[in-house]
């Protein structure tokens, strides 16, 4: 099999990880990956927003499967344009269609699914241009905080949580009349607050079998004890300890059969990942939001999990043949510790070189902001650089490993939060 996969992330490491194991692999390009994928097969300068640039390096490398680890590709439609195309349409494309991706793309489109399905997700209203004169009652019939979500695509920025009634009122305004998130919240969907603990729960599906893949907790804000502004992910840890079976059962029930069951009925082709974005409140599992993709860093502990061959379950995801598939895991548990920029998620220099690869210990470096430069040397090339990823038979094994070789891995700048899995340590 030659695998194209596109992206550049830790997710995309660790798929590409996973996949170069696999015999079945021949060749693994990633577009345009990072100085992990490299070591695991070609980094492609393509741009893979440009389809027509993806479709001759297809061709010309005689892809059979394509791997979209980000959302972006999928809501612009590269699997409807690979089924379009006659010399694309037999090449698998792992990642839904575009009318399914609006899952993600699209806030309303996803909480008006939920509610036609009985979904369990937080109550809501849609606003825009049209009807926002009604905004201001409904804000006033919900408790505070206040939720506001674009209903577009906004590099996960689109969501604010405000405790005021009066500024939650001016930010909706801002969001729709200013277009403070650009396209992305000419509408804006408000929803009822929901007090939990959050988890990510993830499916691989042809479309009609799905596979439950392990649970997972990610931490967003760079400072310890959850404050300060979100991140693209500062670490994860699988499997996430409150989701014991009885809680799983619920999921499974109230939210993956339906969304499965959903997406058939409505005609909506889905060959990938579902992501769940669920919050536990009392001992109920809700519907954040769903992503139509893994998630980042969650893969990076998730995937490691998984004891099946990957490209053995794409190939039978692409050829609707995920019924006569087992997927096994190994019952470890997996932490995930983001190495970062000092400043990120503000500005931040690139261009660190970066040391002591060498020097780790029972541990995987799962890639997200890397490079090689002219000299070949690794350096620091985005804000998230690196997740140390390490497993053991506790939560808390795992953790210090992670961490350990945290330490070991150094460049100008590193920062990382200690506090991982602090709070579901009492509860595993
Ligand atoms: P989303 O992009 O929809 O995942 O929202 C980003 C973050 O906002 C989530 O991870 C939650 O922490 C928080 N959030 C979103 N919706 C709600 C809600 N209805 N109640 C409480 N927190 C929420
Ligand atoms: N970890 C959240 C995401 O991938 O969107």
Same mark, same amino acid.
């Given at each position: 099999?030659?695998?194209?996969?596109?992206?550049?992330?830790?997710?995309?490491?660790?798929?590409?990880?996973?996949?170069?194991? /696999?015999?079945?692999?021949?060749? $693994?390009?990633?577009?345009?990956?990072?100085?992990?994928?490299?070591? $695991?097969?070609?980094?492609?300068?393509?741009?893979?927003?440009?389809?027509?640039?993806? #479709?001759?390096?297809?061709?010309?490398?005689?892809?059979?499967?394509?791997?979209?680890?980000?959302?972006?590709?999928?809501?612009?439609?590269?699997?409807?344009?690979?089924?379009?195309?006659?010399?694309? #349409?037999?090449?698998?494309?792992?990642?839904?269609?575009?009318?399914?991706?609006?899952?993600?793309? /699209?806030?309303?489109?996803?909480?008006?699914?939920?509610?036609?399905?009985?979904?369990?997700?937080?109550?809501?209203?849609?606003?825009?241009?049209?009807?926002?004169?009604?905004? &201001?009652?409904?804000?006033?019939?919900?408790?505070?905080?206040?939720?506001?979500?674009? &209903?577009?695509? =906004?590099?996960?920025?689109?969501?604010?949580?405000?405790?005021?009634?009066?500024?939650?009122?001016?930010?909706?305004?801002?969001?729709?009349?200013?277009? +403070?998130?650009?396209?992305?919240?000419?509408?804006?969907?408000?929803?009822?607050?929901?007090?939990?603990?959050? $988890?990510?729960?993830?499916?691989?599906? &042809?479309?009609?079998?799905?596979?439950?893949?392990?649970?997972?907790?990610?931490?967003?804000?760079?400072?310890?004890?959850?404050?300060?502004?979100?991140?693209?992910?500062?670490?994860?840890?699988?499997?996430?300890?409150?989701? &014991?079976?009885?809680?799983?059962?619920?999921?499974?029930?109230?939210?993956? #059969?339906?969304?499965?069951?959903?997406?058939?009925?409505?005609? $909506?082709?889905?060959?990938?990942?579902?992501?769940?974005?669920?919050?536990?409140?009392?001992?109920?599992?809700?519907?954040?939001?769903?992503?139509?993709?893994?998630?980042?860093?969650? /893969?990076?502990?998730?995937?490691?999990?998984?004891?099946?061959?990957?490209?053995?379950?794409?190939?039978?995801?692409?050829?609707?043949?995920?019924?006569?598939?087992?997927?096994?895991?190994?019952?470890?548990?997996?932490? /995930?510790?983001?190495?970062?920029?000092?400043?990120?998620?503000?500005?931040?220099?690139?261009?660190?070189?970066? +040391?002591?690869?060498?020097?780790?210990?029972?541990?995987?470096?799962?890639? =997200?902001?890397?490079?090689?430069?002219?000299?070949?040397?690794?350096?620091?090339?985005?804000?998230?650089?690196?997740?140390?990823?390490?497993?053991?038979?506790?939560?808390?094994?795992?953790?210090?490993?992670?961490? =350990?070789?945290?330490?070991?891995?150094?460049?100008?700048?590193?920062?990382?939060?200690?506090?991982?899995?602090?709070?579901?340590?009492?509860?595993?």
């Amino acid at each position: 099999m030659n695998i194209l996969l596109i992206g550049s992330g830790g997710r995309e490491h660790s798929l590409a990880w996973k996949m170069a194991q /696999s015999p079945k692999l021949t060749n $693994l390009y990633t577009a345009p990956g990072n100085a992990g994928t490299m070591e $695991l097969g070609e980094n492609i300068d393509i741009d893979t927003n440009n389809f027509d640039e993806v #479709k001759k390096f297809v061709l010309e490398r005689s892809i059979n499967i394509v791997v979209v680890g980000p959302e972006a590709p999928l809501v612009a439609g590269i699997h409807d344009f690979f089924l379009a195309d006659e010399m694309l #349409k037999d090449i698998s494309v792992i990642g839904p269609e575009k009318n399914a991706a609006m899952l993600e793309g /699209s806030k309303d489109f996803a909480k008006e699914f939920m509610m036609k399905y009985t979904i369990p997700t937080a109550g809501f209203k849609t606003f825009d241009e049209i009807n926002i004169k009604e905004a &201001d009652s409904y804000l006033e019939s919900l408790k505070p905080p206040y939720v506001l979500k674009a &209903d577009g695509l =906004a590099a996960g920025k689109g969501v604010l949580i405000i405790d005021s009634l009066n500024e939650a009122k001016a930010e909706l305004k801002d969001m729709i009349e200013n277009k +403070r998130f650009g396209e992305a919240s000419k509408k804006v969907v408000i929803e009822e607050f929901l007090d939990g603990i959050e $988890l990510s729960v993830f499916v691989l599906t &042809d479309g009609e079998t799905y596979k439950i893949l392990p649970s997972a907790k990610d931490y967003k804000r760079i400072g310890e004890g959850d404050t300060g502004p979100n991140t693209g992910g500062m670490g994860s840890i699988s499997p996430v300890p409150f989701a &014991d079976s009885s809680f799983m059962e619920k999921v499974e029930k109230r939210i993956i #059969k339906p969304t499965i069951i959903g997406l058939q009925k409505e005609g $909506l082709k889905y060959k990938g990942f579902i992501f769940f974005g669920l919050i536990k409140v009392g001992n109920d599992p809700f519907v954040i939001e769903y992503n139509v993709r893994m998630g980042d860093p969650e /893969s990076e502990s998730v995937i490691p999990r998984i004891k099946s061959d990957m490209v053995e379950l794409f190939e039978a995801v692409g050829e609707d043949r995920l019924s006569e598939k087992s997927i096994e895991f190994n019952d470890k548990y997996v932490a /995930s510790v983001f190495l970062v920029s000092g400043g990120y998620p503000g500005s931040y220099e690139k261009g660190k070189v970066m +040391r002591g690869f060498d020097e780790v210990d029972d541990c995987i470096l799962f890639h =997200a902001g890397t490079k090689i430069d002219a000299n070949g040397k690794i350096i620091t090339n985005g804000g998230r650089v690196l997740s140390v990823t390490a497993s053991g038979k506790t939560m808390e094994d795992a953790l210090e490993k992670a961490y =350990a070789n945290s330490e070991k891995i150094n460049f100008e700048g590193k920062y990382y939060r200690k506090d991982l899995g602090k709070d579901l340590i009492a509860d595993s």
